[in-house]
C-alpha cells in the first residue's frame, strides 16, 4: 500500500529518483529502493544539547519532494521539530 501511494504521488508530481548506479532517473521506484536511497544518503542529526536545537543534514531534495508529496505524516521523522521536544 506505501509502495502504491509513494509510485502515485511521484507521477502526480513528476517526481524521480536516481537508480543505484545514478545513470537513470527512476519514476516508478520500488519502496526498498526508495529506502535504500535514504539509508545511503548520510542523513544525519545534529543535536546541540546547550541550545537544545537539532538540525536534520544530508537529507537529498529528490526524497524531500517525495515524502511531502505523500504527506504530512511522512516527513515528520526528517523535521527538525519533531525533535525540539525530545530528550538527548
Known amino acids: ?6 509510485r502515485k504521488k511521484m ?3 513528476k517526481l524521480t529518483i536516481p537508480s543505484p548506479d545514478h545513470k ?7 519502496l526498498m529502493r526508495l529506502y535504500q536511497y535514504i539509508g545511503n ?3 544525519v542529526l545534529q543535536c546541540n544539547r546547550s ?5 536534520v543534514l ?26 525540539q521536544d525530545k530528550a538527548f
Do not use: H
Not at 541550545?51 to 538540525?55: A, F, L, R, Y
Not at 517525495?66 to 519533531?82: F, I, N, P, Q, T
Open 24 to 30: 537513470v532517473q527512476l519514476e516508478k521506484p520500488s
Open 58 to 83: 544530508g537529507l537529498p531534495t529528490e526524497v524531500k519532494l517525495v515524502l511531502v508529496a505523500m504527506g504530512d505524516e511522512w516527513c515528520r521523522y526528517y523535521l527538525k521539530s519533531y525533535y
Open 11 to 13: 507521477q502526480e508530481q
Open 51 to 55: 541550545s537544545g536545537k537539532v538540525s
Open 1 to 6: 500500500a506505501t509502495e502504491y501511494l509513494m
Open 41 to 43: 544518503s548520510g542523513i
